[in-house]
């Protein structure tokens, strides 16, 4: 069973201090939708919200076609699973699978059965009897997984269920929790402050700030064209430069960057372009060059390092300071004048951000 | 080498405190007991054999296990409330419930005379309420003494308890509800295992508290109410039945570790951590 989850102009405060804003959200049925952000950006007070354990001030939360909204805890028939696993210390293993087999008043023997048919699926049928104490922290939240899938819910949340793991338990942990939400088809809400980790499990992405959604959508679209300067910075677009159009001719635009270069763009590529706009680059998206006769922002390069595939460098410009990667033969020197030339394949046109 | 011992070095002044002060005058008390030239337990016989004595300790049992079960109800109900309340009140409460240890013994077991007696408070406001025209006689009552120890047991109980309740994770409380569990379900099922091993300390505590108090019982029961450590007194100031009163000591002694080991037993089954 799978129902989508919708979430409806949610407001939620904590005593007077507003965490959440007027926020919406739907998921698909069988869809993975991560809430992607740094901390105190919402995205555990949107889970605690869904799962009950808070009351929001303001909103609804409907799962399939039931209101959720005003519904305790225990009756939202919701898997979860914590960052501290939450396992009962004083249960096996077993006994931790079957807990929410019991209170749907599952006979012992049956219950018995699917918890160890789940704790097989999860790897950990040789473990049924330990208690949680016993057990490695990849394996606790193997069990937490299990635990929370059992009860076949129509919605499975995560709360950063991997952050306590080491980078290549992470890893395969993350592929493990994908494989069994696809076989399932379970609704699922993953909340995680780790960008690669949301991008490679999940359908579409909400990346928050402030109690807001700042850009909902399919992690390629996020990383290729961000919406707004935020998600651009979140998605590694580090060099925002401020843009003005000085010139359209068709679909042709000529903008000038502070210090007065002007470079062309392609509304056939960029989309309409408005007169006052951010040109956004990852540091990959800057060429370094030392050609004085090329069209670029005139730069004085600081700090050099060493990438490995590029060298990167610390640029001073009229428009701020720049990060670019440079080709690695020949290195430039330090304190060289060098134009910086935006590789229009890796740039994006932003609306000016309007603090 | 000096590792080694270094332990022990640090361990040994409590260490011979406790071998000086306590095992040495509590085995020469047992073995005082087993020098009778009329056999090795004529003693022991002798204190089964008189229906006053077995009186006394079935008391003594019954006074120390209501006192016992009463403080961990009361004292589970109290803890609660108070390790679910908010930074602030909480330490108001924990202050308010410790307040009652910062007086002696004798002081609160004499506050239970002034609130039981003829002329106490209980009985004037009884009569002024028009509940009774007559007085109850409550003090030197079993009643009266199991109300005083429970008053003045359930501070321990309810200290012991906050801290166990506290330590219980927040999200293993929601992972319960998550799954199903309904509060009272999540209160039975994960709440109340994991506060066993704290129950049992606490039992512990106010059971050999109880079981071996002497001045609540002497004061609040009087020589009607005799328990065990009234009867020791009386066996050997009284009468100075020095074996009499070592009998009553080990006989004390075997009761209150039985219970003990008992009682671990029975947290054992119901929470495996639990040691």
């Given at each position: 069973?799978t129902?989508?989850?919708?979430?409806?102009?949610?407001?939620?405060?904590?005593?007077?201090?507003r965490?959440?804003?007027d926020l919406?959200?739907s998921?698909g049925?069988g869809?993975?939708v991560?809430?992607l952000?740094?901390?105190g950006?919402?995205k555990t007070t949107?889970?605690?919200?869904?799962?009950?354990?808070l009351?929001?001030t303001?909103?609804t939360i409907?799962?399939g076609?039931k209101?959720?909204t005003?519904?305790?805890?225990?009756k939202?028939?919701?898997?979860l699973?914590?960052q501290?696993y939450?396992?009962?210390?004083?249960?096996?293993?077993?006994?931790?699978v079957?807990?929410g087999?019991?209170?749907?008043?599952?006979?012992a023997?049956?219950?018995?059965?699917?918890?160890?048919?789940m704790?097989d699926r999860v790897g950990?049928?040789q473990?049924?009897?330990r208690?949680p104490?016993?057990?490695s922290?990849g394996?606790?939240q193997?069990v937490?997984?299990?635990?929370?899938?059992?009860?076949?819910?129509p919605?499975?949340m995560?709360d950063?269920?991997?952050s306590?793991?080491d980078?290549?338990?992470?890893?395969?942990?993350r592929v493990?929790?994908?494989?069994?939400?696809?076989a399932?088809?379970?609704?699922s809400?993953?909340?995680t402050?780790d960008?690669?980790e949301?991008f490679s499990?999940s359908d579409r992405?909400?990346i928050?700030?402030?109690?807001r959604?700042m850009?909902f959508d399919?992690p390629?679209v996020?990383?290729?064209?961000?919406?707004n300067a935020?998600v651009a910075?979140?998605v590694?677009?580090e060099?925002l430069?401020?843009?003005?159009v000085s010139?359209?001719t068709?679909?042709?635009v000529?903008?000038?960057?502070p210090g007065g270069v002007?470079l062309?763009f392609?509304q056939?590529?960029?989309?309409p372009i408005?007169d006052d706009?951010v040109?956004?680059t990852?540091?990959d998206g800057l060429?370094?060059t030392?050609d004085?006769?090329?069209?670029g922002l005139p730069a004085?390069?600081?700090?050099r390092?060493?990438?490995?595939?590029?060298?990167q460098?610390q640029?001073?410009t009229?428009?701020?300071?720049?990060?670019?990667n440079?080709q690695?033969s020949?290195?430039?020197?330090?304190?060289?004048?060098?134009k910086?030339v935006p590789v229009?394949?890796q740039?994006c046109?932003?609306?000016?951000?309007?603090p | 080498?000096?590792?080694r011992?270094?332990?022990?070095?640090?361990?040994?002044p409590?260490?011979i405190?406790?071998?000086?002060?306590?095992?040495?005058?509590?085995a020469a008390?047992?073995?005082?007991?087993f020098?009778?030239?009329k056999?090795?337990?004529?003693p022991y016989?002798a204190?089964f054999?008189?229906?006053?004595r077995r009186g006394?300790l079935w008391?003594?049992?019954?006074i120390?296990l209501a006192?016992?079960?009463?403080?961990l109800?009361?004292g589970f109900?109290?803890?609660?409330?108070?390790?679910k309340?908010?930074?602030?009140?909480?330490?108001?409460?924990?202050i308010?419930?410790v307040f009652?240890l910062?007086?002696g013994?004798?002081v609160?077991?004499?506050a239970?005379?002034i609130?039981?007696?003829?002329?106490g408070?209980l009985?004037?406001f009884?009569?002024?309420?028009?509940?009774?025209?007559?007085p109850?006689s409550m003090?030197?009552t079993q009643g009266?003494?199991?109300?005083?120890?429970?008053y003045l047991?359930?501070?321990?109980?309810?200290l012991t308890?906050v801290g166990?309740?506290?330590?219980?994770?927040e999200d293993v409380v929601?992972?319960s509800?998550?799954?199903g569990?309904?509060?009272a379900?999540t209160f039975?099922q994960v709440?109340?295992?994991?506060?066993?091993?704290?129950l049992?300390?606490?039992?512990?505590?106010?059971f050999?508290?109880?079981?071996t108090?002497?001045a609540?019982?002497q004061l609040?029961?009087?020589?009607?109410?005799?328990?065990?450590?009234?009867l020791?007194?009386?066996?050997?100031?009284?009468s100075?039945?020095?074996?009499?009163?070592?009998?009553?000591?080990?006989?004390m002694?075997v009761i209150t570790?039985?219970?003990?080991?008992?009682?671990?037993?029975i947290a054992?089954?119901l929470n495996?951590?639990?040691t």
């Open positions: 069973m129902l989508p989850l919708t979430i409806e102009n949610l407001t939620a405060h904590y005593g007077t201090t965490v959440l804003e919406s959200l998921v049925a869809e993975l991560s809430l952000g740094a901390s950006c919402g949107t889970l605690r919200l869904v799962a009950g354990f009351e929001p303001a909103g409907r799962l076609g209101d959720l005003k519904l305790p805890a225990y939202r028939d919701i898997g699973v914590f501290n939450a396992l009962f210390p004083h249960l096996s293993v077993l006994d931790n079957a807990f087999l019991k209170q749907r008043g599952v006979a023997a049956e219950r018995e059965k699917r918890a160890r048919q704790l950990l049928a473990l049924a009897e208690l104490g016993a057990l922290g394996q606790k193997r937490a997984l299990a635990r929370a899938l059992v009860i076949e819910p919605l499975l995560f950063e269920p991997l306590n793991l980078a290549k338990l992470r890893v395969d942990m493990e929790i994908r494989q069994l939400q696809r399932n088809g379970t609704t809400v993953y909340v402050h960008q690669e949301a499990i992405v909400a928050m700030n402030a109690g959604i850009q399919t390629e996020l990383y290729q064209r961000p919406a935020f910075r979140f590694g677009f060099n430069i401020p843009m003005r010139r359209r068709g679909a042709e000529t903008a000038e960057a002007a062309q392609s056939d590529k960029f989309g408005p706009f040109l956004a990852r540091p060429a370094v030392s004085p006769n090329v069209e004085t390069l600081g700090l390092t060493y990438l490995g595939r590029a060298y460098y640029c001073e009229e428009a701020g300071a720049l990060i670019a440079g690695l020949p290195p430039l020197d330090i304190g060289a004048g060098a910086l229009p394949d740039c046109v932003l609306k000016p951000e309007h | 080498m000096k590792k011992y270094a332990g022990w070095i640090l361990a040994s409590a260490t405190a406790i071998g000086l002060f306590l095992i040495l005058p509590v008390t047992i073995a005082s007991t020098g009778d030239e056999g090795l337990l004529a016989y204190f054999n008189s229906g006053f006394v008391r003594t049992l019954e120390s006192t016992t079960a009463i403080s109800v009361v109900l109290t803890a609660y409330v108070v390790a309340s908010p930074g602030r009140l909480k330490s108001i409460l924990i308010a419930a009652p910062l007086t013994v004798v609160r077991s004499f239970f005379l609130l039981l007696g003829k002329n408070i009985n004037n009884l009569v002024g309420v028009g509940i009774t025209d007559q109850f003090l030197y009266a003494v199991i109300a005083a120890m429970v047991f359930v501070p321990l109980m309810i308890l166990v309740l506290e330590n219980i994770p929601q992972a509800a998550s799954l569990a309904s509060p379900a039975r709440i109340f295992p994991l506060a066993v091993p704290g049992i300390v606490g039992a512990v505590l106010v050999t508290g109880s079981f108090s002497y609540t019982p609040v029961g009087g020589e009607r109410q005799m328990v065990m450590g009234t020791m007194y009386q066996r050997a100031m009284v100075f039945d020095w074996v009499g009163a070592s009998t009553i000591a080990a006989i002694v570790i039985s219970v003990v080991l008992a009682m671990s037993r054992r089954r495996p951590m639990a």
